[in-house]
């Protein structure tokens, strides 16, 4: 009976939620925000090798030459962190106006160009007939991203009214060029126009000033364990229908999370105390510790089982759970459309999700600073962090979520095994015939 609900619950998941989710991923604006935020991952990854050589001179005391050293040098190793991270809007600007203009079927290079420029005349202001660069980094982040997007559609719009100046004759980038003119004109009077109404409207603020201060609780918003919570129990959702919730979800919240990111890194390099959770390797690699839910303990469990298939699968699980990598263990096992898995991968992961928001807000681990991608747990926790608890903490979660798999696993092992005994009588009746042909 309680299978039956569980398969009727399923069934009634699929049915509105796939729809749904497929639409959202398929959406070409936010899939252009998704795709560019991704391409951002090697320059902050650039500007957090930059961000770990500052640290290690951390690892030394006071008054020693190295330290010393570390010290004077401090400006020189920082210049790569300053030149990704400090001008992060920009490179946001350039990503997201790439990929939306191949959506567009637009030239890419113009379509860049024009982003960029309208980047950076909205996220620029003029304080004593200086101009001010400092909302580059990623306080201008949300600006790019509207801006790239708007400007990109702008552009397309104009070239496919043919609002251009068209020579013919031309060699084809030249051709281009000439063509480029009058829509990256339009752009750069519109961001000028918006830009000093924003400013005599507020006081001389610019755009990104005025943004933060009218969205500034929403930004906050979602570095609380309730987003963290729900977050997480929507990417459970969708990974346990077979779709990837990291991609559906990680649209609305990786510009969020690149937010926190930076804020954290730029006050970890001046010295001051980072102050947000939620940022993406907080996601990748606590939330989602060995992958999305906590799956290297579902093949830690399948190494110790009975099952022969589940033995295989946790062999053939293991080394990709190490590099937080979830698919084998969804599929393989399976975990999608699995109900004796359905409660603590989807409600389980959620809980344990708010308990390492937890550990963080109470400092007993710091709080993200670096990005890393790829990198192999316990070490990727250390690395994130700079904190030598995090990669022991690491190993606390998926204890906890082997605690948390334990007896739904072994239901879902008994099922199995009655699965595998029946299998291995039909092979021995066949065996027992012994047919000769």
Same mark, same amino acid.
């Given at each position: 009976?309680?299978?039956?609900?569980?398969?009727?619950?399923?069934?009634?998941?699929? !049915?509105?939620?796939?729809?749904?989710?497929? !639409?959202?991923?398929a959406?070409? $604006?936010?899939?252009?925000?998704?795709?560019?935020?991704?391409s951002?991952?090697?320059?902050?990854?650039?500007?957090?090798?930059?961000?770990?050589?500052?640290?290690?001179?951390?690892?030394?005391?006071?008054?020693?030459?190295?330290k010393?050293?570390f010290?004077?040098? =401090?400006?020189?190793?920082?210049?790569?962190?300053?030149?990704?991270?400090?001008?992060?809007?920009?490179?946001?600007?350039?990503?997201?106006?790439?990929?939306h203009?191949?959506?567009?079927?637009?030239?890419?290079? $113009?379509?860049?160009?024009?982003?960029?420029?309208?980047?950076?005349?909205?996220?620029?202001?003029?304080?004593?007939?200086?101009?001010?660069?400092?909302?580059?980094?990623?306080?201008?982040?949300?600006?790019?991203?509207?801006?790239?997007?708007?400007?990109?559609?702008?552009?397309a719009?104009?070239?496919?009214?043919?609002?251009?100046?068209?020579?013919?004759?031309?060699?084809?980038m030249?051709?281009?060029?000439?063509?480029?003119?009058?829509?990256?004109?339009?752009?750069?009077?519109?961001?000028?126009?918006?830009?000093?109404?924003?400013?005599?409207?507020?006081?001389?603020?610019?755009?990104?000033?005025?943004?933060?201060?009218?969205?500034g609780p929403?930004?906050?918003?979602?570095?609380?364990?309730?987003?963290?919570?729900?977050?997480?129990?929507?990417?459970m959702?969708?990974?346990?229908?077979?779709? =990837?919730?990291?991609?559906?979800?990680?649209?609305?919240?990786?510009?969020?999370?690149?937010?926190?990111?930076?804020?954290?890194?730029?006050?970890?390099?001046?010295?001051?105390?980072?102050?947000?959770?939620?940022?993406?390797?907080?996601?990748?690699?606590?939330?989602?510790?060995?992958?999305?839910?906590?799956?290297?303990?579902?093949?830690?469990?399948?190494?110790?089982?009975?099952?022969?298939?589940?033995?295989?699968?946790?062999k053939?699980?293991?080394?990709?759970?190490i590099?937080?990598?979830? *698919?084998?263990?969804?599929?393989?096992?399976?975990?999608?459309?699995?109900p004796y898995?359905?409660?603590?991968?989807?409600?389980?992961?959620?809980?344990?999700?708010?308990?390492?928001?937890?550990?963080?807000?109470?400092?007993?681990?710091?709080k993200?600073?670096?990005?890393?991608?790829?990198?192999?747990?316990?070490?990727?926790?250390?690395?994130?962090?700079?904190?030598?608890?995090?990669?022991?903490?690491?190993?606390?979660?998926?204890?906890?979520?082997?605690i948390?798999?334990?007896?739904f696993?072994?239901?879902? *092992?008994?099922?199995?095994?009655?699965?595998?005994?029946?299998v291995?009588?039909?092979?021995?009746?066949? *065996?027992?015939?012994?047919?000769?042909?």
């Amino acid at each position: 009976m309680k299978e039956k609900k569980m398969n009727g619950f399923i069934i009634m998941l699929e !049915k509105y939620i796939t729809p749904v989710a497929e !639409k959202i991923e398929a959406q070409r $604006h936010i899939s252009s925000i998704k795709n560019g935020m991704i391409s951002l991952m090697a320059i902050l990854m650039v500007g957090s090798i930059s961000l770990i050589v500052m640290g290690l001179g951390n690892f030394f005391p006071d008054g020693s030459s190295i330290k010393t050293l570390f010290d004077n040098y =401090n400006d020189v190793l920082g210049l790569p962190f300053m030149f990704t991270y400090g001008l992060l809007s920009i490179y946001a600007a350039i990503t997201i106006s790439y990929a939306h203009s191949q959506k567009m079927e637009i030239p890419v290079l $113009h379509s860049v160009l024009g982003a960029v420029l309208a980047t950076a005349i909205l996220n620029v202001k003029v304080v004593d007939g200086a101009f001010d660069f400092s909302f580059m980094d990623s306080r201008g982040l949300f600006i790019a991203i509207f801006a790239s997007l708007i400007s990109v559609e702008i552009m397309a719009f104009l070239i496919k009214k043919k609002v251009t100046i068209r020579i013919k004759g031309l060699p084809d980038m030249i051709g281009k060029t000439f063509e480029a003119i009058v829509p990256l004109l339009i752009i750069i009077c519109i961001s000028v126009f918006i830009s000093i109404f924003t400013q005599e409207m507020s006081g001389g603020k610019a755009l990104p000033e005025v943004f933060v201060t009218v969205l500034g609780p929403a930004t906050q918003g979602i570095d609380t364990p309730v987003a963290v919570f729900l977050v997480a129990l929507f990417e459970m959702i969708f990974w346990f229908l077979g779709l =990837n919730g990291y991609a559906i979800l990680v649209s609305f919240t990786l510009p969020f999370m690149t937010q926190y990111l930076t804020e954290n890194a730029q006050a970890f390099a001046s010295g001051g105390v980072p102050t947000h959770i939620f940022t993406e390797n907080f996601w990748g690699y606590f939330m989602a510790c060995t992958g999305s839910g906590v799956t290297g303990a579902i093949s830690i469990l399948g190494l110790m089982s009975k099952s022969k298939e589940l033995k295989a699968a946790g062999k053939a699980s293991i080394i990709p759970a190490i590099f937080n990598i979830s *698919e084998p263990v969804v599929y393989g096992f399976p975990v999608a459309y699995n109900p004796y898995l359905f409660i603590p991968f989807v409600i389980g992961t959620p809980i344990l999700s708010v308990f390492s928001f937890y550990v963080f807000k109470l400092g007993f681990i710091n709080k993200p600073v670096v990005n890393v991608g790829g990198m192999p747990s316990p070490i990727a926790q250390y690395l994130i962090t700079l904190d030598w608890k995090a990669p022991i903490y690491a190993v606390i979660i998926v204890i906890l979520g082997i605690i948390m798999y334990y007896p739904f696993f072994k239901m879902y *092992e008994k099922s199995v095994l009655a699965e595998e005994e029946k299998v291995a009588e039909v092979d021995k009746e066949l *065996e027992e015939l012994d047919l000769d042909f």
